[in-house]
């Protein structure tokens, strides 16, 4: 049977696929293997910021859904306890140890390590545990493969190492052949599932499932299941601090599972072991809601207590959520502006965002004469400028007109109020149309580059309209380290000329990146400069710009 297995590109993801290939060809099938980017390779701020580590696995089951691949090789640990309609967990091959190893300089162990050491993880569990132990630890929080975690301790051509010690899953380490930078192997309580691997296939794909069922090993199966439902029962993320471990012996099952305050300084700890031949699913519930029984909800942000505070570790159900955007689940977005609401909100919908600047604003000399009837604000940077500039926005005219909401929150965070917000578009027209007929007196802070547009039909209404260029847009000197070649981008989203501009300076006229304008003039402004635009965003806020996006990704719109 031929076989397309979707693997990520990573060297410990290479070796787990690799090492379930070799299993497969040795069963006698052919087995090719399918380098799918993933998410969670390309985020470049800490994993729980960045949505948890389910952002690991949405594009390997994407791929699977839509038939690019047969089935996908997950770490369990990263896996999204929540079901995916359509997929399925045909193999829990034989575990590796779950334990979790240090490896420090000069081979010190976690109690030889010095007041102050410096130990890096990307693990909220392994951190609550470690300061649970040391205390007097100063725990970072870092992301990399494995090689580039024990650079940060041991340094490498690059840079010198810059940490005392890193956290890592054993089972990682035996697979990549690294054991030996092992110096300690720590009593943590491990993520549910560490050491395991998920092969994951199409429920409707018999064959595929029939094939992957010579690789399950039960006993792994069975603990694993249990130590998961934990998760599931508690809704915490896969990123949370839960720790469970569960043993099989007799057909008993022994669960062990832990919810940590982040800070290491709580914890509420469960143990129960089933009769014989029970389901392992089912101890798993009910271990969780003997934690939530007995406080764990107030030892750390959890949803099955706190519905309103499911994102505080991004509970892996924001990717398949009834609000994602299935279109979008998956993706991965270039947003050339700094990170903020706006990336925040397409994230919740199910992409993945890179939020690196493209441009930088550089304020020019201003004077803002006055008193007006009106001060018209046309994008937060205006306002940032005048904020930054000391001046006191409320005092510069009788009412605030803002452009959009994202305008508008600013101007409020800024201590202001605002009298005119436009519904539904956010541009030139819709405030023009916004605001009353004239005669009035308007002052304009305005980027040096912005268009006549509204001046100028403001003032055939009879206004008088006195536009202040108080700041201007350059392109950066070079493309930042946070932004990758067009070819890892599903499309790219353009809030303004110059941002479109700089995109193309920096990184030309992209063929098969679909790009979304925000607003008529951004979208003249890119197709001037020879770029696709697939959509227009109506509003320059979080629902305009995800729309446009889920129309220029969905699969009508090739």
Not at 26 to 53: P, Q
Not at 141 to 146: E, K, M, P, S
Not at 173 to 195: E, H, K, N, V
Request: proline share 6%; net charge negative; charged share 20%.
């Amino acid at each position: 049977m031929r076989l397309r297995l979707g693997t990520r590109g990573s060297e410990l993801a290479m070796a787990q696929s690799g090492q379930v290939a070799d299993a497969l060809r040795a069963l006698g099938h052919d087995v090719e293997l399918v380098t799918i980017r993933s998410d969670g390779d390309v985020a470049t701020g800490s994993l729980v910021e960045e949505g948890g580590l389910g952002l690991f696995a949405a594009r390997l089951r994407r791929a699977v859904l839509t038939g690019t691949v047969d089935l996908a090789v997950h770490s369990l640990k990263d896996l999204p306890t929540a079901p995916v309609a359509g997929l399925v967990v045909a193999a829990v091959p034989a575990r590796e140890t779950p334990s979790d190893a240090l490896c420090a300089r000069d081979g010190l162990t976690l109690a030889d390590l010095p007041p102050g050491a410096r130990v890096g993880t990307g693990s909220p569990r392994r951190a609550a545990q470690l300061r649970a132990r040391r205390p007097d630890l100063v725990v970072v929080d870092i992301r990399g493969n494995v090689g580039t975690r024990l650079a940060r301790v041991h340094g490498d051509a690059a840079a010198p190492g810059d940490l005392d010690a890193v956290v890592l899953a054993s089972a990682g380490l035996a697979r990549l052949g690294r054991s030996d930078a092992a110096t300690d192997i720590l009593d943590l309580l491990p993520a549910p599932g560490q050491g395991a691997l998920a092969i994951e296939c199409r429920a409707t794909d018999a064959a595929t499932r029939a094939a992957l069922a010579e690789l399950d090993e039960p006993a792994a199966h069975t603990a694993v299941t249990a130590e998961r439902a934990v998760l599931a029962a508690l809704e915490a993320g896969c990123a949370a601090p839960v720790g469970a471990h569960a043993t099989v012996s007799g057909g008993c099952v022994t669960l062990a599972a832990s919810v940590l305050a982040a800070d290491g300084g709580a914890a509420v700890t469960v143990t129960r072991t089933s009769d014989p031949g029970a389901d392992p699913a089912a101890l798993g519930r009910l271990v969780g809601e003997e934690l939530l029984a007995r406080g764990a909800a107030e030892v750390t942000p959890l949803g099955a207590a706190r519905d309103s505070r499911l994102t505080d570790f991004h509970h892996e159900r924001s990717l398949w959520s009834a609000a994602t955007r299935h279109a979008l689940v998956g993706r991965r977005i270039l947003l050339p502006r700094a990170d903020g609401p706006l990336a925040a909100e397409i994230r919740a919908a199910g992409a993945v965002v890179d939020a690196v600047p493209l441009t930088v604003t550089r304020t020019l000399p201003f004077a803002l004469g006055g008193p007006h009837d009106w001060l018209l604000l046309t994008s937060p940077t205006a306002v940032g400028v005048l904020a930054d500039a000391g001046v006191d926005l409320a005092g510069l005219a009788g009412d605030i007109a803002a452009v959009g909401q994202a305008t508008a929150g600013a101007i409020r965070a800024a201590g202001a109020d605002v009298s005119v917000v436009p519904s539904g578009r956010s541009d030139a027209a819709a405030l023009i149309d916004a605001l009353p007929p004239g005669p009035a007196s308007a002052l304009w802070p305005c980027s040096a580059l912005a268009g006549p547009r509204l001046a100028d039909g403001l003032r055939a209404r009879g206004w008088a309209v006195d536009a202040v260029a108080t700041y201007t847009t350059e392109t950066v000197s070079r493309t930042p380290d946070g932004v990758a070649s067009w070819d890892a981008y599903d499309a790219v989203v353009v809030t303004a000329g110059s941002i479109a501009r700089a995109v193309v300076d920096l990184l030309g006229a992209p063929e098969g990146v679909r790009v979304v304008a925000v607003g008529a003039p951004s979208a003249a402004a890119a197709r001037a400069l020879g770029l696709q635009v697939a959509a227009v965003a109506a509003t320059q806020d979080g629902p305009g710009v995800i729309t446009a996006l889920t129309e220029a990704l969905s699969e009508e719109n090739p």
